[in-house]
């Protein structure tokens, strides 16, 4: 395979446009399929490659032979469940963006999302892998200016091939034409209730298990905690959900969220929760602000710039979570929320385009 590749580089130049993303997402995270969609609203050639054990650069090149390729998170490329496994996949990635970038000529692009993996594993090993790749990235999208410091000084990178640069808001992609009452009603909840919601996948660094302890420690009769979202670890999950079915009034949907579902939870809401333990950037926060909702999350110096008109309700640690939610049911929510929204819609995501144009 390897041996096709100096002629791959010269039938390259007969695509100028195409684009491929690696790797597929799939559902559980929209935001990409929604760049996609808008690429080609801009009239790009954009495919997403399929995501494979081992060689999925590779194949991406063979198969589509793109001017560029964009990549999401590149961790799984990196990363494997054994040191030894994770030693092999680095190693072919590697290679893999050597071939990219000098034989083939591909433009290189990255969304960094965060800067190490959520779990905490191989760090030092993830974070020399991580780096090499980033230096050879010509371009590199982050969500804020602290994420740019952070990279450019970590990774030794020059700061000119940084952007900081938003996500297309959710709005353009989820549906909301359903009313208060009518997802209350869906989810059979009063429309007297005051409502907390968490969404997304249960992992460990999200804190679910703080925010049930916070929501117990501060609930009234009639406040409700809504947890919508899966756990695909079962181990982790087990005390989790033990502590929800001590208290009747968490209402928990352990199961992935079709699209057409998510306004149910979030227009049900009052405010929603999102308790990291730390976090670089939120697709999550970003979708709650599509919806015109207030925030309770961890605060980062991002976050407190971008939400400054809510920073009572950002924590720093999660013994400060009960009273952020107490502050929560005593703030003006709907205008929170208009300014969130108004937020969610003003981004620059139009300069989406110039990573893989120019």
């Known amino acids: 395979m390897f041996f096709a590749i100096p002629n791959l580089a010269f039938q390259l130049t007969s695509y100028p446009r195409k684009v491929v993303v690696l790797p597929d997402a799939g559902p559980e995270n929209p935001f990409q399929y929604e760049l996609v969609r ?5 009239g790009l050639d954009v495919v997403v490659g399929k995501k494979y054990t081992l060689g999925s650069t590779l194949r991406a090149m063979l198969t589509h032979r793109p001017a560029v390729i964009y990549y999401d998170w590149v961790h ?3 990363l494997g469940k054994s040191r030894l496994w994770t030693y092999v996949k680095s190693s072919v990635f590697v290679a893999e963006i050597v071939a990219a970038r000098y034989l083939c000529r591909v433009k290189l692009v990255h969304t960094l999302h965060n800067l190490q993996n959520h779990a905490g594993i191989w760090v030092e090993w993830e974070q020399k892998m991580y780096g090499f790749f980033l230096r050879r990235c010509h371009q590199i999208r982050v969500y804020s200016e602290e994420t740019k410091q952070a990279a450019v000084q970590r990774f030794s990178l ?3 091939r940084l952007k900081v640069i938003q996500d297309l808001p959710y709005h353009f992609y989820y549906p909301n034409t359903l009313s208060k009452t009518e997802c209350r009603k869906r989810l059979h909840v009063s429309e007297n209730d005051f409502v907390f919601l968490f969404f997304g996948e249960i992992k460990p660094y999200k804190g679910v298990d703080h925010l049930i302890r916070a929501f117990t420690q501060i609930a009234r009769p009639n406040d409700r905690l809504l947890i919508a979202g899966k756990s695909y670890d079962a181990s982790f999950f087990a005390p989790i959900e033990k502590a929800i079915q001590a208290n009747s009034s968490i209402l928990l949907h352990h199961r992935f969220i079709q699209d057409e579902e998510v306004q149910v939870f979030f227009n049900a809401a009052d405010v929603v929760v999102l308790p990291f333990i730390r976090i670089d950037h ?8 599509s919806f015109r909702k207030p925030v309770v999350t961890l605060k980062t110096e991002a976050l407190l710039r971008l939400l400054a008109h809510q920073s009572t309700l950002l924590f720093e640690t999660p013994s400060q979570l009960p009273d952020c939610l107490q502050m929560a049911q005593e703030l003006p929510l709907e205008a929170i929320g208009d300014k ?14 110039l990573l893989v144009t120019l």
Do not use: C, H, M
């Open 38 to 42: 808008y690429f080609k609203e801009e």
């Open 340 to 353: 969130n929204f108004d937020i969610a819609d003003s981004t620059n995501y139009r300069d989406l385009t």
């Open 158 to 160: 020059q700061p000119d």
């Open 282 to 289: 939120s697709g999550s926060v970003d979708l709650a602000l």
């Open 76 to 78: 799984s490329f990196i």
